[in-house]
């Protein structure tokens, strides 16, 4: 058995498979009747269907979705465990989760974040760039912040023009620097 490094441990934790996934985040309890006004955290959300069950906040309370319907950008949520106001009052800023094995498949060529975070990132030469340390959602793409053994950071747009390859068996991102997307000296 090898031995791993603190950065090889911190690697494979980024990619296992989690067991829930958070798609929303309860902004407030809305209406009477137990109601909650849900923003969106991802798409995933789109596909929560009548009965289904979903789990919120850290403790995971599971639920049993009535409905779910889009309400001026965000979400209403009414679930059939609680009809209250005052059953659903202090879940403020809980997350809702779903569990992963019940989630659909993702578009190809379209990835989670933690399968992306520690993965090395390196040019369509072969420099070496550093890993993805950090995402940053930007409502256009998504940002990588690449961090380089030496600590420095690079900021890279998740695009086609940017993003060459994802290969997640080999734990690498190829990618094609544009002008102006490194700074300083390089």
């Not at 596909?47 to 889009?70: C, D, K, M, W, Y």
């Not at 890993?131 to 690079?154: C, F, H, K, M, P």
């Amino acid at each position: 058995m090898g031995t791993q490094t603190p950065d090889d441990r911190k690697q494979d934790r980024a990619r296992q498979l989690p067991e829930f996934l958070a798609v929303g985040r309860v902004v407030r309890p809305h209406g009477v009747r137990g109601g909650l006004l849900v923003e969106r955290i991802s798409d995933l959300i789109q596909g929560v269907n009548e009965g289904q069950i979903i789990f919120l906040g850290e403790s995971r309370v599971r639920g049993t979705v009535r409905s779910l319907r889009p309400h001026r950008g965000q979400y209403l949520l009414q679930l059939e465990e609680f009809r209250t106001r005052d059953a659903v009052d202090g879940w403020r800023d809980w997350k809702l989760y779903l569990r992963f094995e019940e989630t659909e498949p993702l578009p190809e060529g379209t990835y989670y974040h933690w399968q992306i975070l520690g993965l090395d990132v390196v040019t369509e030469e072969g420099e070496a760039l550093g890993s993805v340390a950090q995402i940053l959602e930007t409502g256009a793409n998504d940002v990588y912040i690449v961090r380089s053994d030496a600590g420095e950071e690079l900021l890279l747009p998740a695009i086609e023009e940017v993003v060459k390859l994802v290969d997640l068996e080999a734990g690498v991102i190829k990618v094609r620097l544009l002008p102006g997307l490194r700074t300083g000296g390089g």
